[in-house]
């Protein structure tokens, strides 16, 4: 899916440092390295940042699934924490489960190589 990236690509986004992998209809793949400024006092990746990593892939498999030219926004949003980043890169795939007229359901893996970090499932609203 060619979408131009001030679509994808928010202010935020790009504070975190995120990078777009893939983007199809209803999945979202976003890339984002452990940078200084995202780590927290015990020196691993902040789980902020994981969630926002999370709720930002969410919000673009929202988009992908209902097309750009609408808004969704975050209704609700559990997250389980697998294990700390230390160094690297992770990746969250995310991927709609449900499409309605109204409100979306959306999950989400964050994966370091082949191990799961965080799993998450979300609620959107089209508004």
Not at 92 to 113: F, I, K, P, W
């Amino acid at each position: 899916m060619d979408i131009p990236d001030e679509l994808t690509q928010s202010a935020y986004f790009k504070t975190l440092g995120c990078r777009v992998v893939q983007l199809d209809e209803g999945v979202a793949v976003v890339a984002l390295p452990l940078e200084p400024h995202l780590r927290n006092r015990g020196n691993v990746m902040h789980g902020g940042a994981l969630f926002s990593l999370v709720d930002i892939t969410m919000g673009l498999a929202c988009s992908s699934a209902h097309g750009f030219d609408k808004q969704s926004v975050t209704v609700e949003c559990k997250i389980n924490y697998m294990r700390a980043v230390a160094e690297g890169e992770v990746i969250c795939t995310s991927t709609v489960l449900h499409a309605g007229r109204r409100t979306l359901v959306v999950e989400a893996d964050v994966r370091q190589n082949d191990k799961l970090v965080a799993k998450a499932q979300g609620t959107f609203a089209i508004v």
